[in-house]
């Protein structure tokens, strides 16, 4: 089965709305992390956000926040106030177990455009 | 925020040649590092996971003979390409784990090498 899914190839959205991204992940671990990064063209991999698997709250960051449900193994990213900078490619991750030192598991991504 | 270099940013060699691809971690110590491959449009894909002194892990489907890793130190980490061939072009990425900062959650990636094998 596979760690993480997820299912929108591409999204749009329209500058200035908000666009949730979605993801699914797959773990018997009890202890894992979750993770958002953003590639643009350029490639490089930009860390978003982080949500641990104990954390009681949802994670936020700037624009950036996690919804994370639990009991549906969901962790969807939404960008709020989207920029036409936020155009790229979104990956969902998960790390199981506590050593930081564990490999990441990728989605296959969501390509996002922020239209005008 | 922690850096993690990688040189060079883009390469391109003839089949049958090797090429080096370096990743730095720049201003923290990196026990472990991971490469990944990125086909377009597509996913990362781990290829192996290289831990200071010691021999790198390899993922099933990896030809450890092929990609040679070498982690030599605590900031560097080595991947060559071995008797290049077309079908290795591809985007590689490093990453390096975090030190005791307090995102040591974190993998800190490289911005990636795109080779292309002629």
């Known amino acids: 089965a596979q760690k993480i899914t997820q299912t929108q190839p591409g999204m749009f959205v329209q500058e200035k709305e908000a666009v949730t991204l979605d993801c699914t992940y797959d773990?018997?671990?009890?202890?894992?992390?979750l993770f958002w990064y953003k590639q643009p063209s350029s490639g490089e991999m930009i860390f978003l956000i982080y949500?641990?698997?104990?954390?009681?709250q949802n994670a936020t960051e700037g624009r950036y926040s996690l919804n994370f449900q639990k009991a549906r193994k969901s962790a969807n990213l939404v960008i709020s106030a989207s920029q036409l900078g936020d155009s790229a490619m979104y990956f969902c991750?998960?790390?199981?177990?506590?050593?930081?030192?564990?490999?990441?598991?990728f989605g296959t991504g969501t390509s996002l455009t922020v239209i005008p | 925020g922690a850096v993690v270099s990688q040189h060079p940013s883009r390469v391109i060699c003839k089949s049958g040649t090797s090429v080096k691809i370096e990743c730095r971690s720049l201003?923290?110590?990196?026990?472990?590092m991971f490469w990944y491959r990125q086909f377009p449009k597509k996913s990362l894909m781990l290829m192996a996971t290289?831990?200071?002194?010691?021999?790198?892990?390899?993922e099933q489907g990896v030809e450890k003979d092929k990609f040679l890793i070498n982690h030599a130190s605590l900031t560097l980490s080595t991947l060559t390409v071995t008797s290049a061939h077309p079908e290795d072009s591809s985007f590689y990425i490093c990453?390096?784990?975090?030190?005791?900062?307090?995102?040591?959650?974190?993998?800190?990636f490289g911005p990636g090498t795109r080779l292309t094998v002629t």
């Open positions: 990453s390096a784990r975090g030190g005791e900062t307090d995102r040591s959650y974190e993998q800190y």
């Open positions: 773990t018997s671990d009890p202890s894992y992390g």
């Open positions: 949500q641990g698997s104990y954390d009681q």
């Open positions: 991750a998960m790390r199981e177990g506590l050593n930081t030192g564990n490999q990441f598991y």
């Open positions: 201003d923290f110590q990196a026990t472990t």
């Open positions: 290289s831990n200071e002194g010691s021999k790198a892990t390899y």
